[in-house]
């Protein structure tokens, strides 16, 4: 294993990019996010590269998203505000097949990175879900409405606004997973879904993978940064953030009732 906290190994023509950052249950940083970025890309342009698995170490997370303390230090903002976060828009736009694999919690970010990529492979014990609500991070643009392409509008509002929890075996059902299974055969079956993307024509692929990326283009016009200037340009500044990761990093309820 890597001391690094983002890697990438690249193996029988199958580049995984891992978030090795068990610890904070593979949430990102900044620099992590960056990093994420540049290995996408490298994995991309690299031609005994076909498919690209994105993963966390260890069974406890897939990844959870930003780090709350790394956000909570960025200055009353996101952590994201003054980030190019383009790794969703990456992914979509990686002329490559993109797997996630995911073993644990897929929340916040890391869910939404997850339902980004073209499959999604999960071990059984794995918990899907949004957060930014429930923490005070205003994701929006098309990592949320691209979720409705995923689950239809009713349930990707459910996801998006509730924050609720998702068993792998209702995310299968819901969409946002392609295969469950056991954890102790989870590499087995990304191998499988590798293998038989391997065996298709790389060309065809891509011309699959640009269709549907045409079909997204509409949403794809619009970020969190534009959504945030939008619908509430002073919001970094009202203490509502800084709430919810506070009250996150206390384990307690936030109380938004002065925001309403």
Same mark, same amino acid.
Request: glycine share 8%; with cysteine; hydrophobic share 40%.
């Given at each position: 294993?890597? /001391? ?26 900044? /620099? ?26 260890? /069974? ?24 190019? #976060? ?13 797997? +996630? ?14 339902? #980004? ?6 071990? /059984? ?67 499988? #879904? ?37 619908? +509430? ?11 919810? +990761? ?15």
């Amino acid at each position: 294993m890597s /001391d690094k906290e983002v890697y990438l190994e690249v193996k029988d023509y199958v580049a995984t990019i891992t978030i090795n950052r068990p610890k904070q249950l593979n949430a990102f940083t900044g /620099d992590n996010i960056v990093e994420m970025q540049r290995l996408l890309d490298v994995a991309a342009n690299d031609r005994k590269v076909g498919v690209i698995v994105l993963t966390g170490t260890g /069974d406890r997370a897939f990844c959870v998203g930003g780090d709350v303390n790394w956000e909570k230090g960025s200055g009353g903002k996101s952590g994201l505000e003054d980030l190019n #976060f383009t790794f969703n828009r990456q992914i979509v736009e990686c002329p490559k097949p993109v797997i +996630a694999r995911v073993s644990g919690y897929a929340i916040g970010g890391g869910h939404h990175i997850a339902y #980004f990529c073209d499959l999604t492979v999960a071990a /059984d014990h794995s918990i899907f879900g949004q957060n930014g609500p429930r923490v005070g991070s205003p994701a929006g643009g098309y990592i949320v409405s691209h979720a409705a392409n995923v689950l239809g509008h009713k349930r990707a509002r459910e996801l998006w606004m509730l924050c609720r929890r998702y068993t792998a075996q209702q995310a299968l059902e819901w969409g946002l997973a392609n295969s469950v299974v056991p954890k102790e055969k989870l590499d087995e079956e990304v191998r499988k #879904f590798a293998d038989e993307l391997l065996a298709l024509s790389p060309t065809c692929l891509r011309i699959l993978k640009r269709s549907f990326y045409h079909h997204m283009a509409p949403i794809m016009q619009r970020d969190m940064k534009e959504l945030i200037e939008e619908v +509430a340009p002073n919001y970094f500044e009202t203490g509502e953030q800084m709430e919810g +990761a506070t009250a996150f990093l206390e384990k307690r309820k936030p109380d938004f009732s002065r925001f309403r």
